[in-house]
């Protein structure tokens, strides 16, 4: 999983007074007595969820190290397994076969000015009892790292994004044939070796700064719960921005018999070697690099002078790997719906950890097994569901989506037709409701946060999360907080397991959880263990019940709902924000260029230079034309239109209580379905097929980060004039077709 | 001094082109002849300067430490005065006996959790060859501390400044009876102080965080030009703002026989005890303090996680001053004018340092003594200047500007009459043009700054100011340096010698200094030596050249134009500009304050708040009404009319050849005089009748920061509406005042 950081808008003041008579308030996609029927539902619901099951489940669960292809892991799932056919549910375990390379050698020394051999290691500490178990531990490591024995003078590249090469470009500093050290953050970490491959690097070191993870954000662990200095941080380095899952059966589930490729074909995998390491270890070779001062926003918190290099500090980096293949178990647990049975809404979480793991992934595993445990006692009361509920608890994500992304790819089929919503989680703490995801669901979810109630504070959760963005939001979200309807939801990049249902298949889907007082660097280290979380997490477990409550709600609602909650007004207008996001990219750029241009040919840069510091002439870059975006413009217009008059119909019969019912809403759901396919293509995005979904994709260059209409966007930022010109009519025809899908949904709902 | 960062604005792109041939341009206040004169003259001035010189006298006027009272101070004195002789200046040392107290003893221990004794000492380094004059230098400490010996628990207020309080506040900190650490920066240091003991702070450490000043910003001394680990910043702490000068005589020179306040009856010494310490010594007693983490702003590079306590760290500080008079021996060089002798172009710099003082003030003296020198010389050949010019060397600076203010008190009546123009330097360095002062003197100093060389570029240093702005500066400034045709200059505020001539008598002052290249941290340290000024600070002294031309123009130009060279255009441009600022001030506040209190209304600070932390409920503030500034905006419409008519019909005569002289300019000269006395009152700003300047001041709360348009900006600031309608109407009758003296001067020209 990434961090989840709650960002977002709320609703208006005016819905503060009237919420806690919420009760009797219609639902998205009920009809009156639909809408009462299910509120019935969900007391019963709540009624049954305890957090002593969360907690049981969570030490039982963390009690040793599960890592895809360990032992625990196996068991895990398997116990996982055992509760949901306990609860009543059709369970399978089913098994992918996936490439998962482990350490054999990794060897970090600093070779010159003076020497210094890396710990490479966490220590155990007396407070947290599963960190002794170093004999079943991954070592720090990045999986998917290339195996390597390189020897080169070291340079400090900050984050290593594509912009800290272009400081680096500006200072004459050529990283070609050295080895990299990044800090970790400003990106997926997978990011920061691809792209100092892309710039001739032959290593690449990734730390974690005390600034960003570390003593400057808090007191570290054990004392506080923040990451000390030989805590370290695992993770993938694959490259998931071209395809996630196993890398050696892109496309298809990666099946016993399915055909791979070779290893030295397969296109995800990192081109260099690849360390992780703590600061203790990085402390030694910053302090041992010469060269410029890094600029102000390069400087971390380590107590030295941070410099570039080249040099003199020298390395070497060796590390090799078993590169196996390891069985990873995708626990499904299904509960067939009474009137759509082939309308699926899905709701995942991962229960594989790099280590022990217990708020990545387990705080959200143990919510989602109660939310399924007290659906399986509804359902042993004579309920049924109208549509088909999924649990699936996914292996191996960790290392990339491996165990969601396979299911899909080998379910793909059946999926694209019976796909209805998916809903995942991943990590959950203390704090702030988080929601993202498709902004059709955006009103169906406000619906559903306005019912949960806060634990720490009694009101709705969505007031807590309005609350929090009054106070702290910029002076825009203060605006949005008091003006707007609904809490605006985030768009969805990538991290964690919706992506392949989403951005693969077109599925509409949401991430949700609650965090932001739950601080503390613990992630994808030893460190995150029961001991951590029940002292720094959410100690009395009181979100993890929040969560099941919001999710439960989530899937009853969508399974039980007479018509699919689906609202388009809200994703017209939020593709509108985008479509002016992406002209108004357009045109800085071009002003930008412009201003930069003119100083180049005024000679500023080489006047305002220090002679006593090398000079690099900058180079002028092309001039940013003019782009023609009317193609969107049209084709939002149209999508406006198709939104409104599908909204407000209704609206209308909502109101006049015929909100239609079986075979003619089973007609129309499946057109609502549709509308999230028709925002895909089969061909994807630009060099990386796998991605069809046209509006929401993870950043080529950020990873995590979400690029909305990413065909566009990614394109002007390459400035791509050609490739934005074809892509911006390439992205009007999709939102046409999503407009149509819309009128064909508004006239099967008449 | 302060530091001197560039900031500001320049010249249009079109100036480029032309400016190499700058040479036949004309010059403001200066007939065409009088204007090739004037520049023939410049050129012979030019090539009398001698950079030798600068390094010589540099060497011997930072051989040992000279502050005021000291033995080597006085003979630092005496030596000026003997060159100026030399050169034929009719020459005088002045002395005021003034208050300056020195430690006696000097304490600070950490008595809880642990024990810590601060060393409180600067170590001599190898490489500077001054550092270990440890017999003179003066020891770590703050001038006009208050007596005092207290034990208490320690709270750590950031930059103590107003905000930080509100911010303490808000966690429900009260510093009453504690002792405060502050970090130096984000105010004048005398302010920190001032501030604890408003909140009842009975001591306060100050201390040179690594973020702001040490490794974070570069190699430490000796290594780099950086302040180590034990380097420490004196610096007094007398509440400047207030009044500057002996703290015993405000108002009056301190001559031997005037009548001096008791000790305890002075306003301006501290009222408890503060201490500067090094962040070596910083360390050990904010690594002991507990309580909520720091907010993220608040927190500097030192290697730990920021606290704000109180406690458990508890400290003990005792510090007991020889409360002493000494002699403060002001230099005081006259060159008697030919035409208008009654008519003072000043020049002054200081000559007193903490230490050493090479960058700060020698690097600035030196630049000075050479202008004198090469004037000098010119006087020997038979020229004699327009107006009379006097050179000032000033004593006891660091203090808070002693030498300057009770030289300004002393001779008040005769300046009042006397004083054209005042122009100031302090520390100089290798980079690029500061310019800050009186707008009226705007046009002119840019005149100045097209003609004088950049010694590493060879383009104006107007030019290569420029280039910095289009390089670094925001959007706005990018802006403006390709539509302004001048470079903006600094509004002034204080920090070195020209606030008694500017803010006191109403005398129109220039503040010039290069730098921005020549970093480092030897700032009031004992390693603010010759031997780090000529590694790291401008080891040719080729800016201490540029800096001798371009004060030598300024002074030749003001001495020998026809009439004072005066724009107004630039000040009601600018003017106007505060009236906005402090329009949208209010305004700004307003929609804050509603927002804030409509927040608190609807309790979402306590809703977003998390439970595991104090929760101080914050208070509803009063409503910001709207406010009156007609009076100011009608005064502004005035004020633009006259000084447009005045630069236009000058320059309508200059092009017609028909500039006053002689009986004519004299009346016109001191009419031009009268407009910056007509920028005073009488009674000075509310609270502080020193300051007498309506347009600029020393902010109350900032020391060093200007506030413009004082009175009001500041009654706004303090909430205070009864006095921000009342300073309205007297700042639009000054600038009413201000346009009736440009009335008067436009008739005198025609």
Not at 559 to 575: G, H, M, Q, R
Not at 597 to 609: M, P, R
Not at 705 to 719: D, F, M, N, S
Request: glycine share 10%; charged share 25%.
């Amino acid at each position: 999983m990434r961090f989840l950081i709650p960002v977002g808008f709320v609703l208006s003041s005016l819905l503060v007074a009237s919420s806690p008579s919420a009760s009797d308030k219609p639902l998205l996609g009920f009809s009156t007595e639909g809408a009462a029927r299910q509120r019935a539902l969900e007391t019963r619901f709540d009624a049954l969820l305890r957090k002593d099951n969360l907690r049981e489940w969570m030490k039982r669960l963390t009690a040793r190290p599960h890592h895809v292809g360990s032992p625990y892991g196996k068991e895990n799932a398997e116990f996982i397994a055992a509760q949901f056919r306990a609860w009543g549910y059709d369970t399978k375990i089913e098994r992918f076969d996936v490439l998962f390379p482990t350490p054999k050698t990794r060897v970090l020394e600093l070779i010159a000015p003076e020497r210094y051999t890396a710990r490479l290691a966490e220590p155990a500490v007396a407070e947290d009892g599963t960190s002794s178990q170093s004999a079943e531990q991954l070592p720090i490591y990045n999986s998917y790292s290339a195996d390597g024995d390189v020897t080169a003078e070291l340079v400090y590249v900050n984050y290593g994004i594509p912009a800290d090469y272009e400081q680096l470009e500006a200072r004459g500093i050529d990283v070609r044939g050295k080895i990299v050290i990044a800090r970790y953050g400003g990106s997926w970490r997978g990011i920061k070796p691809k792209v100092a491959a892309e710039h001739g690097a032959i290593g690449c070191i990734i730390y974690s700064d005390p600034r960003d993870d570390g003593f400057f954000q808090g007191d570290v662990y054990p004392k506080g719960a923040w990451r000390n200095d030989q805590g370290a941080q695992r993770g993938s380095v694959a490259d998931m921005p071209t395809f996630p899952g196993d890398p050696l059966t892109p496309g298809i589930g990666a099946t016993p018999g399915a055909k791979r490729l070779a290893l030295k074909d397969a296109p995800t995998l990192m081109k260099i070697p690849v360390l992780p390491i703590s600061y203790g270890d990085a402390l030694p070779l910053l302090r041992a690099l010469g060269g410029p001062i890094a600029p102000t926003g390069w400087r971390g918190a380590l107590p030295m002078t941070y410099h570039i290099g080249p040099g003199p500090a020298k390395v070497h980096l060796k590390v090799e790997f078993h590169w196996k293949t390891v069985p990873a178990y995708d626990v499904i647990a299904t509960l067939r719906g009474a009137e759509h049975p082939d309308e699926w809404i899905i709701r995942g979480n991962h229960h594989d950890a790099w280590v022990n793991g217990a708020a990545d992934p387990i705080s959200g595993m143990v919510a989602l097994m109660e939310e399924a445990r007290a659906i399986g006692e509804l359902a042993k009361t004579g309920w049924r569901p109208k549509r088909t509920i999924v649990f699936a608890a996914w292996d191996a994500e960790e290392p990339g989506l491996l165990g969601s992304t396979e299911w899909v790819e080998a379910h793909a089929a059946l999926l694209r037709r019976n796909g209805a919503v998916y809903i995942n989680t991943d990590g959950n703490g203390r704090g702030f409701l988080g929601m993202a995801g498709s902004h059709t669901l955006e009103r169906f979810i406000n619906e559903v946060a306005r019912d949960v109630i806060d634990p720490q504070k009694k009101i709705p959760v969505l007031e807590r999360r309005k609350a929090s963005e009054r106070v702290n939001g910029d002076a825009e979200r203060v605006r949005e907080a008091k003006s707007r309807a609904d809490l605006r939801i985030e768009a969805l990049g990538s991290g964690s397991d919706y992506t392949p249902f989403l951005q693969h298949l077109g599925i509409a889907s949401l991430n949700i959880g609650y965090g932001g007082e739950s601080g503390g660097g613990s992630y994808h280290s030893i460190y995150d263990s029961f001991d951590h979380y029940t002292r720094f997490g959410d100690p009395g477990f009181d979100y993890g019940l929040a969560l099941a409550q919001t999710g439960g709600r989530t899937v009853l609602r969508l399974a039980n709902a007479d018509v699919l909650p689906l609202a388009f007004s809200p994703f017209s207008e939020t593709v509108g924000r985008y479509i002016k996001e992406v002209t108004k990219l357009a045109d800085d750029m071009r002003e930008e260029t412009a201003t930069r241009n003119q100083g180049i040919q005024d000679k500023v840069f080489e006047l305002a230079s220090d002679p006593t510091q090398r000079f690099v002439a900058p180079k002028a870059k092309a001039p940013v034309p003019f782009l023609n975006f009317a193609p969107l413009q049209n084709a939002l217009t149209r999508l406006n239109e198709s939104a409104r008059i599908y909204d407000s119909t209704y609206a209308a019969l909502t109101t006049a209580g015929r909100v239609p019912t079986s075979g003619k809403a089973k007609a129309l759901d499946a057109i609502l379905i549709r509308t999230e396919r028709a925002m895909t293509r089969n061909e994807g995005l630009p060099r990386r097929g796998w991605f069809r979904h046209q509006i929401y994709a993870p950043g080529f260059y950020t990873g995590y980060g979400v690029k909305t209409l990413p065909g566009v966007r990614e394109a002007i930022e390459q400035r791509d004039w050609k490739e934005t010109a074809e892509q911006i009519v390439i992205v009007a025809r999709v939102l046409e077709g999503v407009a149509s899908e819309i009128d064909r949904a508004t006239a099967a709902l008449r």
